[in-house]
């Protein structure tokens, strides 16, 4: 009983910490120290592990958007872009490339980053097998100093449902000079 009210407060601060790590880098690495902790207490206990696995393949793979037979795929140039250092304020954007490498329309349902400083914008309507698409990704660095990581999330009729994309950048306070790719 001590146990679980344990992993209780270990996530909800998890998550109460996520919620809050747009505003500094040092709170994401906590949060993902949060979690190893939990996944550790949790791994004690292997009834709990066995539980723990299978909610969390419910969670990333839901029964209803699970593709059945020939499923739709993506297939990105890149899964990853550095801005590399920009100065504080700048609002940059990156194009993320796909096309749909399976043999049904590629659906997808949302698109949704780890930050509110991060906005992703995708396709609404299907993507044919054999066509492509674009996922825009705007970031706002205001009151980002520091070296920013961060997430994208992908939910499709894909399998797996969830793909991830992450964009970086080591953003420099105002007055110091950035070098870095041309920004848009």
């Known amino acids: 009983m001590m146990k679980r009210m344990k992993i209780g ?10 919620l809050t790590s747009c505003n500094n880098a040092a709170l994401e690495e906590k949060v993902a120290d949060l979690e190893q902790r939990v996944a550790e207490l ?3 206990n292997p009834a709990s592990a066995s539980k723990t696995a299978s909610l969390t393949k419910q969670i990333s793979q839901p029964e209803n958007n699970a593709p059945q037979g020939d499923a739709p795929a993506f297939e990105f140039e890149e899964s990853s ?10 609002v940059v954007e990156h194009v993320f490339k796909f096309t749909n490498t399976g043999e049904a329309p590629l659906v ?12 992703p914008s995708y396709p609404r309507e ?8 674009e996922i ?3 970031f706002n660095s205001a009151n980002k100093p520091g070296v920013q990581n961060k997430t994208v999330s992908i939910t499709a009729n ?5 793909t991830r994309l992450t964009i970086k950048s080591n953003v420099m306070p105002k007055g110091e000079q950035a070098a870095g790719p041309v920004r848009k």
């Open 9 to 18: 407060v270990l996530a909800f601060f998890s998550a109460g910490l996520m």
């Open 42 to 44: 949790e791994s004690n």
């Open 81 to 90: 872009y550095d801005f590399g250092s920009i100065t504080e304020g700048d």
């Open 108 to 119: 997808i349902q949302s698109a949704s980053a780890s930050c509110g400083c991060t906005v």
């Open 126 to 133: 299907p993507v044919a097998p054999g066509e492509s698409g």
């Open 136 to 138: 825009q990704v705007k």
């Open 158 to 162: 894909t399998n797996p449902t969830i």
